[in-house]
């Protein structure tokens, strides 16, 4: 019975892993487009519209 539980447990710790692994490599991904398409354009930075206040500020990573 001890055995079950601690392979539950790995099976939990792996899947719980491999999801934050899969965040974080979408997020890099995202962060490197970015960069290309800057790279491509010449562009210094992305520009965001505040909703708020209407101006346009540099995207923060």
């Known amino acids: 019975m001890p055995q079950l539980i601690f392979f539950a447990v790995v099976a939990a710790v792996a899947f719980f892993g491999y999801r934050a692994f899969l ?3 979408e997020r890099v991904s995202a962060r490197v ?3 290309e398409r800057e790279a491509a354009t ?3 930075g ?9 101006e346009y500020r540099p995207a923060k990573d």
């Open 33 to 35: 487009r970015r960069a």
């Open 42 to 44: 010449r562009a210094s």
């Open 23 to 25: 965040r974080e490599a």
């Open 46 to 54: 992305t520009l965001v519209k505040d909703p708020e206040t209407g």
